[in-house]
């Protein structure tokens, strides 16, 4: 199905089914940990031998030697692999670094071998045995000081966030310097790990040439043709299988260590093998979210309108890998005739850099928002106000480009409302309760909705049950319920007549997981699937397709209704079809909208910021599912508390590597931080995004709630930090006097 | 995690004779930070000798008005004593501050007090850590040390203690009771138990080879308004960024140890007899030699400033 006009009056609008708060479909396996994921497959295949994977110890140089003597002689011990015995690989399209390293080592924990035996107490305890000679060399691992010298490079994150290297409207520099009111500002953000729930895990079986991985992946496509490209082996032959995931966030979306050293490891084993990235290679094995340093200018008029702004963003990655596009959301956000963005990439021998949950907005939020909030007290503007008065419903680049729905106004004004804003004291530091200072911050919410080709097939049987089959992933967000709400809406049949298959190669190729595009692109696509299929049941009947109603399990037209089943036959029906886009997405901005409210209290003696409530108004086009939505939100929200305040990977700058690199030293938020939590979702339907007429929620709950902490905390202590996370050490010197 | 082989003992001194029996023995317990480290091939025992069965896992009062905790009492189960609670409520307070409920329902009072730094360092086996591994060098010197230690350090370690019951028994003036290999049963004040680096890092206690902790016993009770204030980055499980166990008498005077800053529970008694001039010249007296690191230089100030809350909530709640 070609989608190139904006989408009219169709089935989906009925919303008998879709946009109700379903429960998981999914939600009894989760809860009763009966879903499998993917290394606890034990039923899959018969022999399963385990598999350890080292660890670099060094962050860049080469291996003089290895001795494997005695690993292979310990008890159970199957088989080895290392560089040496590997056989040539390839490099996956996705992948920076190679996943096998040796001789040469280009980062710390990258993978150097695999042990495999029996148990897998017997191949980590092998493992310690392995003895390995290396020779260190220079690395670069100071972001400040690697940035000095770094050139201009542009990107696409490859998840909706991009930007060239220079980019430039009107004068900027003219315009700035001719501001009345300027602030002009740099923001740092650290290195974050994704530090999913589950860690990579994959179990490889060969047969013959044919290798199947049941594996955690939220891009199944790019999956399989990595893996390929790795192994240098034809796609046809790889199946990967991953229909639970325990989480991404964008760690998922590439192929990773886990997969391949999984194969190569049941090659020389000759049994399948199943492997599962420890908690402390997670760091530095797999991708991080890159630090960034930024600087934002912004000039305005003294009645707040923004005449000039321009962010520009460094970081860091290995050689051959892209910066962070934390400067992509300033092209769009705010209104401002003047304009500059621009991103700087160092050389780094640090971990592989990629994309986290909503790369380049999450960092760039975390910056533009607070420099909002400066901007707006230096004009003596209420922030929310400074927001709306400086509103753009165009591309401010290309005027003639309107955004499809824009509603970030309505998302403030109704937030504030709801909030309870106006409560708000503008002058920071005065409010306290108890031992708290308290303050409150708001900030907007800002992710582009990316439209992907999507696939999938649906199926009638004889029973009338209805199946959908795509490789989509449900990475928690709920896309399970999505799509059944989605085929059980269009085909006329009640929730618990749809069956819906994922993440399995061998399905029609999806738009995938990432970039908050999953929701609206597969769901599209299996509406696509479904019209194509209610037009074959129309034929099949001799109906005209024109005027047919499918509703209650029944095909209708005039006054001819015939049960589904029957429609389907014995042998059953079936179409396959994929959501396909124009340019609308060129016609038009797409982009989803929040504003982001957070009330904070900081300790007046220690410095300690606990947030108290939260609160994120979305304007997301329609929501598929209020309660899956709301959940994806809340969950946004709270990695936007773990970014403010805690989340860092500490670089040692000596050795090279991400030091605190296991959860009792790289801090994520806890029960006892998150507090109380409200989403309201705006009732929006955005016809030019699909026939869905939805976007994504689950990057945009994100963007921004880093900026609204930071702000709340500046309102509660008068002191300003820039620097990310916002632990008590960067404020406390500054904080008043308790003695 | 290397082979070893277990035993079950039965009676103290036994657990103790075997340990000397076997080189490379240890004492297991709730094992809930020796099993980590033995995945970790951070601890590489080559025997385990499982305490449980020891039966040491009552509180009985002292002849002295005290309390004896014996070595196997959960912090579950000592946090929530109604004696404890009554009369040492800073104990109270800083188990229940520690870790999560899980493991204070595994971990015991023995194994707490000789649970290891949380030094990222001694945690990554590819790093020089002269705890670790003896003469090896100290990678966390010139690295990543937010957490680590602002006193008492050395140029072989800048570790700290990471727990908190402890840090409420130093200020209590616990008592350490321990039964060596040949049965011979003796007291430690909490003050000599745990040691500060110097050249041996790996010796953390006072404790000599094969020697079993069998109980920690408290004195009377002290009276006073007890606090325990914990600073840290997140609301619940995480280790301390600085601690204070305050106990406080009505008349102003009173007793503060500091936890996150040392090796060990830290408390200085001179500091103590000063605390009428205020927290700034308390924790001026606690620190005098400190040599922070950059990365952890703030802990000096936030010293004085959780004392200062400690001495507030002490006068708000007496």
Redesign the interface.
């Known amino acids: 199905m070609k989608f190139d006009t904006p989408a009219g009056t169709n089935p989906i609008d009925q919303l008998k089914v879709v946009g109700k708060p379903t429960d998981r479909i999914d939600g009894p396996l989760k809860t009763t940990g009966t879903a499998p994921y993917a290394y606890e497959r034990h039923d899959v295949a018969s022999g399963q031998a385990y598999g350890y994977v080292i660890g670099a110890g060094i962050a860049k140089g080469r291996i003089r030697a290895i001795d494997l003597a005695e690993a292979k002689a310990a008890p159970g011990v199957l088989a080895i692999v290392t560089a040496d015995n590997a056989g040539k690989l390839g490099k996956g399209r996705m992948n920076t670094a190679k996943l096998l390293g040796g001789p040469d080592i280009d980062h710390y924990h990258q993978a150097i071998a695999v042990v495999v035996a029996e148990t897998f107490e017997q191949a980590r305890a092998a493992a310690a045995l392995v003895r390995v000679d290396y020779a260190r060399a220079k690395g670069r691992f100071d972001l400040d000081a690697a940035l000095k010298a770094a050139p201009l490079k542009g990107d696409s994150s490859g998840e909706g966030s991009s930007a060239p290297p220079i980019d430039r409207v009107g004068d900027f520099d003219a315009a700035f310097a001719a501001a009345p009111v300027k602030l002009d500002a740099r923001y740092t953000t650290p290195d974050q790990s994704h530090m999913m729930m589950e860690p990579h895990a994959s179990i490889a079986a060969w047969n013959g040439d044919e290798l199947t991985l049941w594996t955690s992946n939220q891009m199944i496509a790019w999956g399989r043709g990595d893996v390929a490209r790795t192994l240098g082996i034809p796609k046809e032959k790889v199946r990967l299988i991953s229909p639970y995931i325990g989480g991404g966030f964008g760690g998922k979306l590439f192929v990773r260590a886990d997969a391949i050293m999984a194969a190569l490891g049941a090659k020389a084993a000759g049994r399948p093998v199943k492997v599962a990235l420890t908690r402390p290679l997670m760091a530095n094995n797999t991708t991080h979210r890159p630090a960034t340093t930024q600087r934002i200018r912004l000039g305005c008029s003294r009645d707040g309108r923004i005449t000039a702004i321009a962010h520009e963003s460094g970081s860091g990655d290995l050689p051959g890998g892209g910066p962070e596009t934390a400067v992509s959301q300033t092209k769009l956000l705010y209104a401002g005739a003047n304009r500059l963005t621009a991103m700087r990439l160092a050389v780094l021998d640090l971990p592989e850099g990629n994309a986290m949950r909503a790369p380049g907005e999450a960092p760039g939020m975390m910056a533009l928002e607070i420099a909002m909030d400066e901007m707006a007290e230096k004009l003596g503007i209420d922030p929310v106000e400074f927001r709306i008065l400086n509103d753009t419903q165009v591309d401010p680049a290309k005027p003639e480009r309107r955004f499809s729905q824009r509603q970030l106004v309505e998302c403030l004004r109704l937030g504030a409302t709801r909030f309870g804003w106006d409560a708000r004291n503008p002058k920071p530091a005065q409010v306290r309760d108890g031992r708290w200072l308290v303050g409150m911050g708001v900030a907007a919410g800002f992710r582009n909705n990316l439209l992907m080709k999507s696939a999938a097939r649906v199926g009638i049987d004889a029973k009338g049950m209805v199946t959908v089959a795509t490789d989509m992933t449900d990475i928690g967000t709920g896309t399970y319920t999505i799509i059944a709400q989605t085929a059980a809406e269009t085909m006329g049949v009640p929730l618990d007549r749809v069956i819906v298959l994922l993440g399995d190669s061998s399905f029609p190729e999806s738009a995938g997981s990432g970039g908050q595009w999953g929701a609206n692109n597969s769901t599209a696509g299996v509406y696509a699937a479904c019209m194509k299929l209610r037009d074959s049941v129309a034929q099949r009947l001799g109906f005209n397709s024109a005027d047919v109603t499918f509703a209650g399990g029944k095909v209708m037209s005039g006054n001819r209704s015939v049960p589904l089943a029957e429609a389907a036959g014995p042998a059953g029906l079936s179409a396959e079809d994929a959501i396909e886009y124009g340019d609308l997405d060129k016609r038009y901005q797409q982009s989803t909208f929040a504003g982001h409210f957070v009330e904070v209290g900081v300790d007046a003696w220690t410095g300690e910021v606990r947030v108290r409530r939260m609160l994120a108004v979305c304007a997301a086009g329609r929501i598929l599912n209020p309660k899956a939505a709301r959940s994806q939100v809340i969950g946004a929200m709270t990695m936007g508390v773990g970014a403010a305040l805690m989340e860092e990977l500490a670089v040692d700058k000596r050795f090279g590597f991400f030091v605190n690199h296991d959860l009792a030293s790289y801090e994520v938020p806890v029960h006892a931080d998150i507090p109380h939590q409200d989403v309201i979702f705006l009732d929006e339907v955005d016809p030019i995004s699909s026939p869905m007429k939805a976007k994504g929620v689950g990057e945009l709950g994100l963007c921004g709630v880093g900026g609204a902490i930071a702000n709340s905390i500046y309102n509660a202590t008068g002191v300003r930090v820039r620097d990310y996370p916002i632990t008590l050490d960067k404020h406390l010197q500054f904080l008043p006097s308790v003695a | ?3 070893f082989t277990y035993e079950r003992a039965t009676k103290p001194a036994d657990a103790a004779a075997a340990a000397v029996r076997n080189p490379g023995a240890k004492f297991i317990a709730g094992g809930t930070n020796l099993l980590d480290l033995m ?1 970790l ?1 951070i601890e590489v025992p080559r025997h385990l000798i499982d305490v449980n069965g020891l039966g040491l896992d009552t509180i009985q009062p002292t002849a002295e008005g005290g309390l004896r905790i014996g070595a196997l009492v959960t912090n579950t189960d000592l946090a929530a004593d109604q004696r404890v609670r009554r009369d040492y409520g800073v104990l109270s307070r800083a188990i229940v501050a520690g870790a999560s409920g899980q493991l204070r329902n595994k971990a015991t009072t023995a194994g707490n007090l000789l649970q290891r730094t ?1 030094c ?2 001694f ?2 086996t ?2 020089a850590c002269n705890k670790r591994r003896p003469g090896s060098g100290c ?1 966390a010197i ?3 040390s ?2 680590l230690a602002v006193i008492g350090s050395s140029s072989a370690c800048i570790a700290t203690y990471p727990g908190d019951m402890a840090v409420a028994m130093r200020a209590l003036d616990a008592a350490v009771e321990t039964v060596a290999p040949n049965g011979a049963v003796r007291t430690i004040p909490i003050a000599d138990f745990h040691r500060l680096p110097g050249d041996t890092p790996h010796i953390e206690t006072a404790l000599a080879p094969g020697e079993l902790i069998i109980a920690v016993t408290l004195p009377r009770p002290l009276g006073g308004t007890h606090v325990y ?1 914990k ?9 301390a ?2 601690s204070v166990a305050a106990v406080i008498q009505r008349d102003g005077s009173g007793r503060v140890a500091v936890g996150g800053i040392a090796h060990k529970p830290w408390r200085v008694e001179a500091a103590e007899r000063r605390l009428a001039e ?3 010249v308390v924790a001026a007296t606690l620190l005098a030699g400190a040599k922070p690191t950059q990365d952890n230089a ?1 802990k000096v ?2 010293v ?3 004392l ?2 400690a001495l ?1 909530d002490a006068r708000n709640m007496a």
């Open positions: 995690m290397r082979p995945k091939e949380r990222p360092y945690y990554d590819n790093q990678a010139g690295g990543y937010r957490q204030r600073v840290r980055d997140r609301a619940s499980y995480a280790f960024l600085v205020g927290s700034k703030f100030p936030l004085e400033r959780t200062a809350a507030h």
